[in-house]
C-alpha cells in the first residue's frame, strides 16, 4: 500500500514498527541482524520491539517495513 508523504521532522506511533520487528524476531531474526540490515544501533531495535519506544522516526519505519516486507516469509 503506498504511503502519502512524511514530515521527516515528526515522530510517529511506534505500534506498526514494533509489531513488524516482533514478528521478524519470531521468525528467528535477532535485534542485531536487523539493526546491521537496515544501518540503525542494536539498542533501538530491542527498545522498540520491547516497546519501551512509544515513537519513532518515520525514516525507521519505512526501513522497518522495507525490511518486513524483503524477510517475511
Known amino acids: ?40 544501533p542494536p539498542r533501538l531495535i530491542r527498545s522498540v520491539a520491547a516497546g519501551r519506544a512509544t515513537t519513532v522516526d518515520p525514516g525507521l519505519r519505512e526501513v522497518v517495513c522495507q525490511l518486513w516486507d524483503a524477510w517475511w516469509d
Open 1 to 40: 500500500m503506498p504511503m502519502g508523504p512524511v514530515d521527516r521532522d515528526t515522530s510517529i506511533d511506534a505500534g506498526g514498527t514494533a509489531w513488524r520487528i516482533r514478528s521478524l524476531i519470531a521468525m528467528g531474526h535477532d535485534c542485531t541482524r536487523i539493526a546491521r540490515a537496515i544501518g540503525e
